[in-house]
Every structure is written in structure tokens, then in C-alpha cells.
Nanobody, 124 residues
């Protein structure tokens, strides 16, 4: 069983930055591709970014390309989401998720594990 715990959310002004972290329990973190998803009020959960097991392959959805960066440190069982140039539209609860393959993350369903989320609020 893997537990995922997100942190780093908060209130930030438009144009500001935040770095989210997701720490995984257990010795098998490097066996999983990881993804960051978000769910805004009244909207469905959507993929933000994904990273392969070794970190060599990354994927970003168009709304965050050039502003967000996903990375991971397998020695610390942690995946990060650096968010720059934040916009009010980025306001959402951000979740990390784990699946064996990055293709599963990109498909948006069939994750093995989910965190409970961290709230990001961007004020205008």
C-alpha cells in the first residue's frame, strides 16, 4: 500500500509562484509514474502534468505549458510541481496520483493511488 501526501498549497496573488510536493510512503516509489491533477469548484478533475518512473519523460496539458514544471526525486520519494505565473484559473485542489505507466496517468483513469489534495487559491 502506498500513501501519497500533498503539501505546499496556499493563497497566492496572480503572477506568483508555489511549489507543491507529494511524498509517497513505501519503498516502491520509483516503480510508479506520477501525475498532478486538479479540480476546480464545479468542474471535473483534470490532468495537469505527468512524469515517468525515472523522470526522463514529462507531459503537460496546454493550459500550464511553459508555466508549470513537474519533477521527482526518487531518493526522497517525492514528486514536485513548480507553478509559476499563476492565474486565477489555476485555483483548484491539486492531487497527486501514481500508476505504473505514464500512459495511464495521461489517460486520466485507472490510477493505483491518489493523495487527498492540497488547495491552491490564486487571487486576482
Amino acid at each position: 500500500q502506498v500513501q501519497l501526501v500533498e503539501s505546499g498549497g496556499g493563497l497566492v496573488q496572480a503572477g506568483g509562484s508555489l511549489r507543491l510536493s507529494c511524498v509517497a510512503s513505501g519503498p516502491t516509489f520509483s516503480s510508479y509514474a506520477m501525475g498532478w491533477f486538479r479540480q476546480a469548484p464545479g468542474k471535473e478533475r483534470e490532468l495537469v502534468a505527468a512524469i515517468s518512473r525515472g523522470g526522463g519523460v514529462t507531459f503537460y496539458e496546454d493550459p500550464v505549458k511553459g508555466r508549470f514544471t513537474i519533477s521527482r526525486d526518487n531518493t526522497k520519494n517525492t514528486v514536485y510541481l513548480q507553478m509559476n505565473s499563476l492565474k486565477p484559473d489555476d485555483t483548484a485542489v491539486y492531487y497527486c496520483a501514481a500508476a505504473p505507466l505514464i500512459t495511464t496517468i495521461r489517460a486520466g483513469s485507472g490510477m493505483d493511488y491518489w493523495g487527498k489534495g492540497t488547495l491552491v487559491t490564486v487571487s486576482s
